[in-house]
Structure formats: structure tokens, C-alpha cells
């Protein structure tokens, strides 16, 4: 009697000699059958371990058959989704409207700052020509403090129109 490897290893190399759409079904059945077979192994004295032999072979040599364990898994634990309840998220409107008013202030004193600093860097600017301070001797050093107050400018004016469109958002 042929082993299911031996006769599945014979079946493929046929389909792979005749390149025949059966005979690699055949394999691929041969070798389903194979992993269900594999599920039977013999223990032979001398510790030898071997799923090759036939239940006859194995009774001749005095062989323990057993069958394969699964191996232990172990399922990853579910991952906990905090789900806020309705009455959670929900503020009464007084609350709510005492929020939105301190945001309100919050937020009109940011831009009140920010339109100072803008005001005080635009006038210390003057239109590109700044005054030359006395440790600037260096037209360079002159020409890199007009730069980075440019860039100043810009950003407080982006900083203002921010300020500006969260202030159109708030009620």
C-alpha cells in the first residue's frame, strides 16, 4: 500500500510532466486528503516518531498511533469602545450659553492683542524703511531685521484674520 505522500508527490509530478488539468486535480485532492491523513502519526519504540507507515507496518513494528492536537489559541482580547451615553454629552442651555459667552471674551481680548502687536510691528516697520539702530553698523544685520519683521507682520496678520473668523463662528 503507497503513503499519501508518496502518492500524492507521483500525482504531481505527472500533472506537471503531462501539464493535464486532471491529474493536477487529482494532486490538489490527493494533498486535502494528505492534511486529514497527517492528522494520524505513530510513535515506534526507540522515540521514532513517524506518519510514513501504514496502520499494518505500524502494528508489525509495535507503533502507538496518535493524532495531532490542534495547537492552543488564545482569542486577543476585544478592543473596549468608551461609547459616551446620550445624557453625557448634553449641557443644559445656560451652561451652554455661559461656554459660548466666555469663549466670546476669550476671543475678543485675543484679537484686541494681536491687533496691538500688529499695529506696534506695522509702525515699527514704516512701510519697508525701518530706522537703523545703532548696533546695526552692518546693512546686513539692517536688512535681515526688515526681513524678519515682514515675516512678523504676516504671520500677526494671519494671526488677526483667524481670530477674526472664529469670532464669526461663535453665536
Known sequence: M??????????????????????LA????ACAG???????????PGNVFTNTIS?????AKGCKAMVTQQPTT??????RVAAAGPSASKVDAQE????????RKILQDELIKAQASLDALQKEYNNGQPERKGDEKNYQKYLD???????????????????????????
Open 55 to 59: 496502520a499494518k507496518e505500524a502494528e
Open 2 to 23: 503507497m503513503n499519501v505522500a508518496t502518492a500524492t508527490a507521483s500525482l504531481l509530478q505527472s500533472a506537471v510532466r503531462g501539464r493535464s488539468a486532471p491529474f
Open 145 to 171: 531685521r526688515t526681513a524678519d519683521l515682514k515675516a512678523q507682520i504676516a504671520r500677526t496678520e494671519s494671526d488677526v484674520n483667524a481670530i477674526t473668523r472664529e469670532l464669526a463662528k461663535t453665536p
Open 96 to 103: 451652554q450659553k455661559a461656554r459660548d459667552s466666555d469663549a
Open 34 to 44: 494528505a492534511a486529514r491523513a497527517a492528522d494520524t502519526y505513530y510513535q515506534c
Open 74 to 79: 488564545i482569542p486577543a482580547p476585544k478592543a
Open 26 to 29: 487529482a494532486a490538489l485532492l
